[in-house]
């Protein structure tokens, strides 16, 4: 193939891209409570050891897009729009104004708002440091944003103490610090309730993100498990506003099965809120869009939380790769990622209606038609002796059906050799 020059690289990705096929259409994708954050559309591929390589870029641009898109919500960390210095002055109400009406003319809303406690050098001790001013202005920063929630219309606030912990060891007492970190999200729940009370609009649903490692080397509430522990210790004043907002790369991260993670939030009546996404175990935070690693873990994702009625945001809290335009980010990355999820949405529903996997279900909790001893081990294995290799033919529907196998496979390529 010939070089393509720059003039011509986009025309190129474009008709790739519209080769791929596949794509729903805006109004579809508006039918999914699929929310866009502003970090991640203005991610500019930056990291520890990396530079930037995007141009940044402002909320006007990122609703706009995800407006024309069909992404028809909105999140944003407070920090990602108003400067740290502008916070509770004229100018963050200058600034929250215009997002309304960006927001209005996109025909997008906003589902949730976030306290950044992790990157302003006031954080370097985390939320729930010793210094009683910065646990006093934590404070401040988490009721000024349910402030904005209420403001921009959103349900959930989440909040991501991946600060709250140390590097170096002894220096800080776990339990204290917990404590201290409770105060913070006491306050903004109590402050809620005043606001919502006032404008007569619902309570906020504050969403606790477990994240195992980063930006802290030791993190004091590392996974989702240890959230529900510390929503349920007493420390919280209304514990019943507060519940999980698991990321699915955070809990493979640690080794952990997001599926079995969001069925103990589930079964805990916690599952508020879910940020999706993809990557590998025991790696860093790599933040892949949803399903371009583990498809099949994320169709089985889908079939848990479509069995139970899940009606929370799907938050695509990921990070477009780092390329070196943004013209692939809302052409490629965003669109596909939101592409990929509705696809395994609709299978997850042709799991749950397929009568293979229906009847092999059943068959299993029916189990062999027992009449002997209870208690006679042998006996039990014998009368159910053929029926756990459903277990397997159920993992191969599920495949199937992943694939299009279940249809034959349909396209035939030249023979080789
Ligand atoms: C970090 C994250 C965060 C949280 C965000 C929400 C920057 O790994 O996932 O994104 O999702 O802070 O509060
Ligand atoms: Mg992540
Ligand atoms: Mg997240």
């Known amino acids: 193939m010939k070089p393509v020059p720059v003039n011509e690289q986009q025309?190129?990705?474009?008709?790739?891209?519209?080769?791929c096929g596949g794509a729903y259409s805006p109004e579809t994708r508006r039918k999914y409570f699929i929310s866009g954050p502003q970090w991640a559309a203005a991610y500019e591929g930056h990291a520890l050891f990396h530079a930037p390589t995007r141009p940044s870029i402002g909320?006007?641009?990122?609703?706009?897009?995800y407006g024309e898109l069909g992404i028809g919500y909105w999140c944003t960390h407070d920090t990602d729009v108003i400067p740290t210095e502008a916070i509770g002055k004229q100018q963050q109400a200058d600034i929250v104004g215009r997002?309304?009406?960006e927001l209005a003319a996109n025909n997008v809303n906003c589902s949730m708002v976030t306290t950044e406690t992790f990157h302003h050098a006031v954080w370097a001790a985390g939320p729930a440091a010793e210094s009683p001013e910065v646990r006093e202005y934590a404070k401040y920063r988490v009721r000024n944003t349910?402030?904005?929630?209420?403001?921009?219309?959103?349900?959930?606030?989440?909040?991501?103490?991946?600060s709250l912990g140390y590097f170096v060891q002894g220096a800080v007492e776990e339990t204290e610090t917990l404590r201290w970190y409770a105060q913070a999200l006491n306050a903004a729940c109590e402050r809620d309730i005043e606001v919502a009370k006032r404008l007569g609009r619902p309570t906020l649903k504050h969403c606790l993100e477990a994240k195992p490692f980063e930006p802290q080397a030791e993190i004091l509430l590392p996974t989702s498990d240890a959230m529900l522990a510390f929503i349920a210790s007493g420390l919280l004043t209304h514990p019943e506003m507060v519940g999980l907002n698991p990321e699915y790369l955070h809990e493979l991260m640690w080794g952990g099965a997001p599926r079995a993670a969001l069925a103990r939030a589930l079964v805990n009546g916690k599952l508020f809120h879910f940020d999706i996404n993809d990557g590998y175990r025991l790696k860093h935070d790599v933040d892949i869009g949803v399903g371009l690693v583990n498809p099949l873990d994320w169709l089985n994702v889908l079939v848990l939380?479509?069995?139970?009625g899940y009606?929370?945001?799907f938050n695509l809290d990921y990070k477009p790769p780092r390329t070196t335009s943004q013209f692939g980010v809302f052409e490629v990355s965003f669109p596909t990622a939101v592409d990929r999820f509705i696809t395994l949405w609709e299978m997850a529903g042709e799991a749950l209606t397929d009568s293979i996997i229906r009847e092999a279900t059943d068959a299993l909790k029916a189990g062999g038609a027992f009449t002997g001893d209870p208690h006679d081990a042998a006996a039990i294995v014998e009368a159910n002796k053929e029926l756990l290799t459903l277990h397997e033919l159920i993992a191969h529907r599920l495949v199937q059906i992943l694939l299009g196998l279940h249809r034959g496979r349909v396209i035939s390529l030249p023979v080789l050799g």
Do not use: C, Q, T
């Open 59 to 65: 909320f006007e641009d990122v609703i706009r897009h």
């Open 311 to 313: 009606n929370g945001p």
């Open 99 to 101: 997002i309304k009406a």
């Open 146 to 162: 349910v402030d904005i929630g209420h403001e921009l219309g959103a349900s959930f606030a989440v909040y991501w103490p991946g």
């Open 11 to 19: 025309a190129l990705v474009s008709r790739l891209m519209s080769a």
């Open 305 to 308: 939380l479509r069995s139970h």
